[in-house]
């Protein structure tokens, strides 16, 4: 196993930020980490990762124990933290053979020079840290997590903060990493999740709630369709309710409903139809299908 953890609870003081979390992330799988703020992904990954120590419990990274040789942990982990601290006075390459050494690697030209290219961070390797957008800020992070060629990566929240090219960059670069790493990555967001993972595990209050390959996550969701609809003009409620296969409609808007059925019927046909049948035109019409979303929800409320 690449990462094994069993039973972890950890406390701050009173507040019990992990209760008996236990799951396994095999060999080149890429795990998502998913839950709201405050759910305990970062805690868990400081545990994982040997920076703070569980309250009880056992976690081991290929096999080694996390209490009994950190420095052997870390040395198989490479570790992006949530608020990577970099240090913008340094130049990029400068920062990478910092980090190199730290492992006791040899800083060479072909190193610094490979680790730029895997990352993608050419154009911008002879700049100050602090001249580069977030976007390259995290190649530089990950290039420091990569650079002793770790078995196992753990990348907390890695694209919290990326404007939508740079999240779709790091997503491709985190799957490019993927196929030749363990990974397991934090986010708050569920189409991360579906767009990066093999496997989802939802953590609620410092509880796992749901470990499932993305497709079971899938099939979990509740079984319905939402359309939102807009009409030209005013269409009479009642008549909408007589739509058949409608088990649910609310006004959302001037002349917008949102129109619910089980997943297994498309309302269109019918709700195009009953527009022409009331005189009024139908202006948008959209089918939902963030399925995921709603399952996150389901299991993450309160
Ligand atoms: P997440 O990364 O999922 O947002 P965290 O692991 O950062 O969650 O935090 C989990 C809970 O533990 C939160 O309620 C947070 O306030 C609390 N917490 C985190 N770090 C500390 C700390 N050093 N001291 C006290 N409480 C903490
Ligand atoms: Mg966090």
Redesign the pocket.
Known sequence: MSIKVENITKLYGTQRALNDVSFEVKPGEIVGFLGP?GAG??TMMKIITTYIPASEGQVSVCGIDVTKDALAVRGLIGYLP?HNPLYLDMYVRESIAFVAQIHGIKPTKKVIDDIIEKVGLQVEQNKKIGALSKGYRQRVGLAQALIHDPKVLIL??PTTGLDPNQLAEIRNLIKLVGKEKTVML?THIMQEVEAICDRVMIINKGSLVANKSAKELTNLATEKTVITVEFEGQIKESNLKNIKGITQFAKIGDNTYKIESSSDIDLRTAIFNFAVSEGAAVLTLQKESQKLEDVFKQLTRQ
């Open positions: 703020n992904k970062s949530e907390d929240e934090s």
